[in-house]
């Protein structure tokens, strides 16, 4: 038998190793494939045609499983093939959360808060819409209905809030209120505009806590750090003067750090 006619190591050619070496090649110029799609152009059965496929996978040459969205039938790809879509496909994805240029994030904003001529909200309605979005947020007192509300809800009334409240929606309060504070609100008093309903879950949101309690070494490194700036090991040891040890627990102790 001529030398063209047979397989590896000299065995003759048969029918299914052909297909194989058929589909071997086909596979690596085409992305996934279901059984159908391969063998539409060979005019194979989808039976005959699902052995060749089965081959490969056991030599690791496919792979198959369903890889493009949507996918109802299982496919096969060529290994390395689907290892190129997959990083072409991360890149591709990477691009599109690339951060966007600071003015196009800006009139996102805009928009978002409802601060533009097309955006802004109109009418009484509105106003639990705007209040509902600054939910928690400080404010002045003086400000909050100049500077915040009137400018998300262009024909703004001062007694839409008034009656907000008064019907008990709506509450005004501080957060972060001393213990000890005494006398009235003052234009600067920062306040904040709650849903009553939400109002006791606000309260309840734990205050920051002061600084953890650091000894003199942690306190030493804390210093150095704020002078310096961030620090390799060595460095921080050398200008600490301390032993290894001494700066591990050092370290140890500011966390978590109060810069």
């Known amino acids: 038998m001529p030398a063209s006619h047979r397989g590896n190591g000299g065995a003759p050619w048969t029918r299914d190793d052909a297909l194989v070496e058929v589909l071997r090649a086909r596979l690596s110029g085409f992305g996934p494939q279901t059984i159908a799609a391969i063998a539409a152009p060979l005019a194979l059965g989808e039976g005959e045609a699902a052995i060749a496929p089965v081959r490969l ?147 309840e949101v734990p205050l920051p806590a002061g600084p953890p309690e650091m000894s003199p070494r942690a306190l030493k490194v804390l210093e150095v750090l704020r002078r310096h700036g961030a620090m390799f090991l060595d460095e921080l040891q050398f200008d600490t003067r301390m032993m290894p040890v001494e700066l591990e627990a050092a370290l140890a102790n500011s966390w978590p750090p109060a810069w």
């Open 57 to 203: 996978e056991s030599e690791g040459y496919v792979l198959r499983g369903r890889f493009t969205p949507g996918a109802q039938d299982e496919q096969w790809c060529e290994r390395h093939l689907l290892a190129r879509i997959h990083r072409a496909t991360i890149r591709g994805l990477r691009r599109e959360i690339e951060p966007v240029e600071v003015r196009d994030f800006l009139r996102f904003l805009f928009d978002w808060q409802h601060l533009t001529v097309d955006t802004g909200w109109r009418g009484q309605d509105a106003l639990p819409l705007a209040v509902a979005q600054l939910e928690g947020f400080e404010a002045p007192a003086g400000a909050r209905e100049s500077e915040l509300l009137a400018l998300r809800v262009r024909d703004y009334f001062g007694y839409w809030l008034d009656e907000l409240c008064r019907s008990g929606k709506i509450v005004w309060t501080r957060i972060d209120a001393p213990r000890s504070a005494a006398g009235g609100p003052v234009r600067t008093t920062p306040i904040v505009l709650l849903p009553r309903r939400q109002a006791a879950l606000w309260h």
